[in-house]
């Protein structure tokens, strides 16, 4: 028998054997540089990362890749397919010299990206059709103007945009309103509130100072806030009180009167709300009872806003307030709040004595809008009323 050797080859069962650790190897070094929510999200390309491609590509195809990856140790070429640029990375094993298997090793970045769309954008990330990112979209005019109008509901001259929904009525009614955001607690807790019931017995009875007032015809605009109809006004019109001079900065309607005299309650009220230089509130209440048609509530409602949050500016030095007081000027005086949310306390009030006069077609045209936008009696709480003699 000859001594002569043979070459020994691999069987077939250790050359797949082989191929199977690569691909083990392909896949767990895979696995270490991606993290498992990404291999959890994207199954499609795990799936392309573990699986073999059901047929070789053209020979023509593969001769670079032969000649690029032939003289390289298989770990090389996985190393240099995983840590490769952004682009998929295709390797082909090479066992014994011989192409074996395909493997498609996906890119990290795609896959990173691809999570972060499942977790859902935020409002601010959106992108738009192109790609870029969108800014949010402002609210249109008209939605502008209602929030703005909305927050400067009954007496107030600050905006309130985040202030939440109130009203006159239900849920969200005057026995809500402390509850409704910790802003308007005042409204719950408060021991000055308005409005009051006035009792003439119960004031305090002598000489107090004449109310000055100094108003002229003036610009305004006339905004319906979905509480009331309320008159922005411009030019320079104030009163004269306590040696202060308050400038008047809008004034607006409650039907029925929020105010009453011994328990008498009146058709309207309109409420004059001034601002001095210190910020310091003080309001006139003129009574409205049926009567003679009012020059100047005929004026506003002729530029009456119909839609809530809609304005309408009148031609310049149109309205005179002056027009609304009674000749009478005497007052009640004390110390209040606003009597819509905030509820803010330390305001002036100077209820006038003798009320105006106002048409019942006038009061029929508010009340078709607003039935009822009184807040209800407060408490007085020993509070001391001046009657003006």
């Known amino acids: ?82 840590a490769g640029g952004v682009a998929s990375k295709r390797l082909t094993l090479v066992v014994n010299g011989k192409e074996k298997k395909y493997i498609t090793v996906p890119p990290r970045g795609p896959v990173e990206k691809v999570v972060k769309q499942e977790e859902g954008p935020t409002a601010s990330q959106a992108a738009d059709d192109h790609g870029r990112r969108a800014t949010p979209r402002p609210p249109s005019g008209r939605a502008a103007a209602r929030a703005r109008a909305a927050a400067m509901a009954g007496h107030e001259t600050s905006a309130h945009g985040a202030d939440p929904h109130w009203s006159y009525e239900g849920d969200t009614g005057p026995q809500a309103w402390g509850k409704l955001k910790p802003d308007f607690s005042l409204c719950t807790i408060g021991k000055r509130q308005s409005p009051i019931n006035i009792e003439d017995n119960a004031t305090l009875q002598g000489p107090a100072e004449p109310l000055q007032f100094h108003y002229r015809a003036s610009g305004a605009s006339v905004v319906n806030n979905g509480h009331t109809i309320q008159v922005d006004m411009l030019g320079e019109n104030f009163i004269t009180v306590r040696g202060s001079d308050y400038k008047l900065v809008q004034l607006h309607f409650h039907h029925p009167s929020e105010e009453r005299v011994n ?113 209800p009696l407060q408490p007085l709480n020993n509070r001391p009323v001046r009657e003006a003699q």
């Open 263 to 375: 328990f008498k309650s009146f058709a309207m009220v309109a409420h004059l709300v001034h601002k001095n230089a210190d910020g310091q509130l003080a309001v006139v209440a003129v009574l409205l009872e049926p009567g003679a048609a009012n020059p100047v509530i005929n004026t506003v409602w002729t530029y009456m806003p119909l839609d809530a949050g809609d304005r309408v500016r009148m031609p310049a030095e149109l309205l005179d307030p002056s027009g609304l007081l009674p000749q009478d000027q005497r007052y009640y005086q004390f110390l209040g709040s606003l009597t819509t949310p905030p509820c803010t306390e330390g305001v002036l009030w100077m209820v006038l004595k003798t009320p105006s006069a106002i048409s019942r077609e006038q009061i029929k045209l508010f009340s078709q809008l607003f039935p009822n936008n009184a807040r």
């Open 1 to 82: 028998m000859s001594s002569r050797r043979w070459p020994v080859f691999p069987a077939p069962q250790a050359e797949a054997r082989a191929c199977l650790h690569a691909l083990a190897a392909t896949a767990l070094l895979a696995g270490a540089l991606q993290p498992a929510s990404s291999l959890a999200a994207e199954p499609a390309h795990a799936a392309a990362s573990a699986s073999v491609a059901a047929k070789p590509p053209a020979k023509a195809a593969s001769r670079p890749a032969e000649a690029e990856t032939g003289s390289k140790s298989p770990a090389e070429q996985l190393r240099e397919a995983v």
